[in-house]
T-cell receptor, first 114, second 112 residues
Framework: GAVVSQHPSRVICKSGTSVKIECRSL??????MFWYRQFPKKSLMLMAT?????????EQGVEKDKFLINHASLTLSTLTVTSAHPEDSSFYIC??????????FGPGTRLTVL | QKEVEQDPGPLSVPEGAIVSLNCTYS??????FMWYRQYSRKGPELLMY????GNKEDGRFTAQVDKSSKYISLFIRDSQPSDSATYLC????????????FGTGTRLKVLA
């Protein structure tokens, strides 16, 4: 089946630093990828849609300058949390839809900002 | 009213029971329906994918879609303790954007 990977799986950083999270579709190309945030025992909150070759589309309330998204190729999207603060600590998950409509998720990245 | 409603649970059942998980939705344009299983601190895993109405079976799992009632279900037969997880429903309109709306998830506990 389709596989989506994320790196790193876990990151701990100091407040004020920037953190980059990579999302890769391993066996299919994805012109669109999605970035979600999930709080403990809560559902997925869509943050933005990453579009290959064009700007990302952000959901209402999500700061574009805070969460920078770059969709550099048909298999790679990156999310950079800039000047991270403790309130940015969360579980970040990416997903990529395959041509048939199915959407596959990465394993997630747990960010802890001290 | 939320676009997708799902009972958060938790739902506790004994091992071997048949589990029924459900979601209701309000947008009649939804055409793609999915069920995901998510273990704690892991990404969601696609279990079932259904287009339009009808039933789909895969091993111990059966997905049902009733578009007339705007109601989808996931049945798990012979439930096992390893099935204990959060189950998320997701759906999308035939828009080509693949932007999915997720339910809040139902926490399932299968007791040995």
């Amino acid at each position: 089946g389709a596989v989506v990977s994320q790196h790193p799986s876990r990151v701990i950083c100091k407040s004020g630093t920037s953190v980059k999270i990579e999302c890769r579709s391993l066996d299919f190309q994805a012109t669109t990828m999605f970035w979600y945030r999930q709080f403990p025992k809560k559902s997925l909150m869509l943050m933005a849609t990453s579009n290959e070759g064009s700007k990302a589309t952000y959901e209402q309330g999500v700061e574009k300058d805070k969460f920078l998204i770059n969709h550099a190729s048909l298999t790679l999207s990156t999310l950079t949390v800039t000047s991270a603060h403790p309130e940015d600590s969360s579980f970040y998950i990416c997903s990529a839809p395959r041509g048939g409509g199915e959407q596959f998720f990465g394993p997630g990245t747990r960010l802890t900002v001290l | 009213q939320k676009e997708v409603e799902q009972d958060p649970g938790p739902l506790s059942v004994p091992e071997g029971a048949i589990v029924s998980l459900n979601c209701t939705y309000s947008n009649s344009a939804f055409q793609y329906f999915m069920w995901y299983r998510q273990y704690s601190r892991k990404g969601p895993e696609l279990l079932m994918y259904t287009y339009s109405s009808g039933n789909k079976e895969d091993g111990r799992f059966t997905a049902q879609v009733d578009k007339s009632s705007k109601y989808i279900s996931l049945f798990i037969r012979d439930s096992q303790p390893s099935d204990s997880a959060t189950y998320l429903c997701a759906m999308s309109a035939l828009s080509g954007t693949y932007k999915y709306i997720f339910g809040t998830g139902t926490r399932l506990k299968v007791l040995a």
